[in-house]
């Protein structure tokens, strides 16, 4: 047992498997957009607004909250231009780029969260997509004016550190660890291809899959590079759609293991950690995941089919540790507490307080019951 730890020394103590003063409670919040929660109040208790979220959670909960940094893991190129319009019920998008017209659009209705914009990376893409981002070589020779490493002195750079500036103050004046992403890997690749699209074109046209994820690679470095130079405690590679749930192990060293190693390594390289998002498809690829240096299991959902938490813990636990609880599609939509307050326990019993943060996973969204977040909370002071 340690003797009182700041914030940031307990989360980047448990991060890396080392004693803490106690386990930290590191919750995540999702905002959803108005019309993703049609007919659902808000229900956290600072309202719609994430600005007073830090605050809140420092000081009337009493977590451990991380800062994000907000840099930009990318920049588009200067001599590219966007056009957006709607058309027989579509919306479509072009990004007009020195080699051609990159388009996309989408069904327009009242499922559609985005306004008029169609982003670039998005999980809402993917439900509406008439025709996607890529689907041939023109289209990946479009992107790389639009994916490409932030460069310094450039307005995605003057962007970031701005943003950084902001969130350091903060983090700072709260002894808070601080986060920056640096690379979506497949995840970005579903959000463009589609789901068809992409399962497709690693069957059939991998060397499309393996063409966008080198140029984001580079912009991947990059971005962990200007991390580094900032100090940021914190990189966190988002891997959510990079499981079982789609590809198996074998594909998954083909098109990302090279990819992650040199990613995971630079962070290592550089004196900070490195945690890889994964929410579901875990149990076939352990073996694969126990072979990359990342540090911590990230958002790892504790209540799918199949998930066995032992044998998860028994494969993972001696080199990576764990940011993971209650499940935010299950438990914390619950309408019996006792359901919460289980699975904080089940959390606690399989993987001890050593190499441990708990969270709602992969977050508290702001239309769940408030009271299952209270009772998370609740427990965690019981059992940390």
């Given at each position: 047992?340690?003797?009182?730890?700041?914030?940031?020394?307990?989360?980047?103590?448990?991060?890396?498997?080392?004693?803490?003063?106690?386990?930290?409670?590191?919750?995540?919040?999702?905002?959803?957009?108005?019309?993703?929660?049609?007919?659902?109040?808000?229900?956290?208790?600072?309202?719609?607004?994430?600005?007073?979220?830090?605050?809140?959670?420092?000081?009337?909960?009493?977590?451990?909250?991380?800062?994000?940094?907000?840099?930009?893991?990318?920049?588009?190129?200067?001599?590219?231009t966007t056009k957006v319009w709607e058309e027989d019920g579509l919306l479509h998008k072009?990004?007009?780029?020195?080699?051609?017209?990159?388009?996309?659009?989408?069904?327009?209705?009242?499922?559609?969260?985005?306004?008029?914009?169609?982003?670039?990376?998005?999980?809402?893409?993917?439900?509406?997509?008439?025709?996607?981002?890529?689907?041939?070589?023109?289209?990946?020779?479009?992107?790389?004016?639009?994916?490409?490493?932030?460069?310094?002195?450039?307005?995605?750079?003057?962007?970031?550190?701005?943003?950084?500036?902001?969130?350091?103050?903060?983090?700072?004046?709260?002894?808070?660890?601080?986060?920056?992403?640096?690379?979506?890997?497949?995840?970005?690749?579903?959000?463009?291809?589609?789901?068809?699209?992409?399962?497709?074109?690693?069957?059939?046209?991998?060397?499309?899959?393996?063409?966008?994820?080198?140029?984001?690679?580079?912009?991947?470095?990059?971005?962990?590079?200007?991390?580094?130079?900032?100090?940021?405690?914190?990189?966190?590679?988002?891997?959510?759609?990079?499981?079982?749930?789609?590809?198996?192990?074998?594909?998954?060293?083909?098109?990302?293991?090279?990819?992650?190693?040199?990613?995971?390594?630079?962070?290592?390289?550089?004196?900070?950690?490195?945690?890889?998002?994964?929410?579901?498809?875990?149990?076939?690829?352990?073996?694969?995941?126990?072979?990359?240096?990342?540090?911590?299991?990230?958002?790892?959902?504790?209540?799918?089919?199949?998930?066995?938490l032992n044998a998860v813990y028994n494969k993972l636990g001696a080199k990576k540790s764990?940011?993971?609880?209650?499940?935010?599609?299950?438990?914390?939509?619950?309408?019996?507490?006792?359901?919460?307050?289980?699975?904080?326990?089940?959390?606690?019993?399989?993987?001890?307080?050593?190499?441990?943060?708990?969270?709602?996973?992969?977050?508290?969204?702001?239309?769940?019951?408030?009271?299952?977040?209270?009772?998370?909370?609740?427990?965690?002071?019981?059992?940390?």
């Open positions: 047992m340690k003797s009182a730890m700041t914030s940031k020394e307990r989360v980047l103590s448990a991060i890396r498997r080392q004693p803490v003063d106690y386990v930290p409670c590191s919750p995540f919040y999702s905002y959803l957009l108005p019309r993703q929660r049609t007919n659902y109040p808000v229900q956290l208790p600072w309202g719609e607004s994430s600005r007073k979220e830090i605050e809140y959670n420092v000081t009337v909960l009493g977590v451990d909250p991380v800062v994000a940094s907000g840099i930009c893991y990318y920049q588009t190129g200067s001599a590219v072009v990004y007009e780029t020195p080699d051609g017209v990159l388009h996309a659009s989408v069904k327009l209705n009242e499922l559609w969260p985005h306004g008029q914009d169609i982003p670039l990376y998005s999980d809402c893409n993917v439900g509406h997509f008439v025709k996607p981002w890529v689907q041939n070589s023109q289209d990946i020779a479009c992107l790389r004016h639009i994916v490409q490493p932030v460069e310094p002195h450039s307005p995605a750079m003057e962007r970031s550190r701005k943003r950084f500036e902001a969130a350091k103050e903060l983090a700072n004046r709260y002894n808070l660890a601080m986060t920056a992403t640096a690379g979506l890997g497949l995840t970005g690749a579903l959000h463009l291809f589609g789901v068809e699209g992409i399962c497709l074109a690693i069957l059939e046209r991998p060397d499309l899959v393996h063409a966008y994820l080198e140029l984001e690679h580079k912009a991947n470095m990059r971005a962990i590079e200007m991390a580094l130079d900032w100090d940021i405690d914190i990189i966190i590679r988002n891997g959510f759609y990079e499981t079982a749930d789609y590809y198996g192990a074998t594909t998954l060293k083909e098109f990302l293991g090279r990819h992650l190693l040199e990613e995971m390594n630079l962070v290592h390289q550089g004196g900070k950690v490195v945690v890889y998002t994964l929410n579901t498809g875990l149990m076939p690829i352990l073996d694969y995941l126990d072979e990359l240096p990342f540090d911590f299991v990230f958002k790892m959902d504790t209540a799918k089919k199949y998930v066995d764990f940011w993971t609880g209650p499940s935010g599609h299950n438990h914390m939509w619950s309408k019996d507490p006792a359901v919460v307050r289980q699975a904080v326990e089940e959390v606690f019993s399989v993987f001890g307080k050593q190499g441990l943060i708990l969270a709602a996973c992969p977050s508290i969204q702001n239309i769940m019951p408030w009271e299952n977040a209270l009772v998370m909370f609740e427990e965690w002071k019981r059992w940390r």
